[in-house]
């Protein structure tokens, strides 16, 4: 099914490309442009295809259970508590960790 729409051109791929911020180089050109052209003769086919409209029941989403929401409301982030709380030892505003082993020679 194609239509003058669904044709795509080198044109066509470099511009995608630049706005894409892609490098293709000149060799890789012609075998993505012909890609790009089956997957939108592909997707043209799909929408040509005689399909009864969805129903909300048809997805698996529906029948999984809803997470219920939290309120939003601004609260005080964790790490504006005192740093002493959550250190087991501190010397002049550092964490005190112990020495590796390996670095005792």
Do not use: C, H
Request: charge should be negative; charged fraction near 30%.
């Amino acid at each position: 099914m194609n239509t003058e729409r669904d044709k795509i051109g080198r044109e066509e791929v470099e511009r995608i490309a630049r706005l894409a911020a892609l490098a293709v180089d000149e060799q890789s050109l012609p075998l993505l442009t012909q890609q790009i052209a089956r997957i939108i003769e592909y997707v043209s086919q799909i929408e040509a295809a005689d399909l009864p409209p969805a129903k909300p029941e048809d997805f698996w989403l529906s029948a999984a259970p809803r997470q219920p929401l939290r309120a939003d409301e601004v609260r005080p982030a964790d790490l504006e508590r005192n740093l002493e709380s959550i250190a087991p030892a501190m010397t002049d505003g550092f964490f005190l960790v112990p020495r590796l082993p390996a670095m005792e020679d």
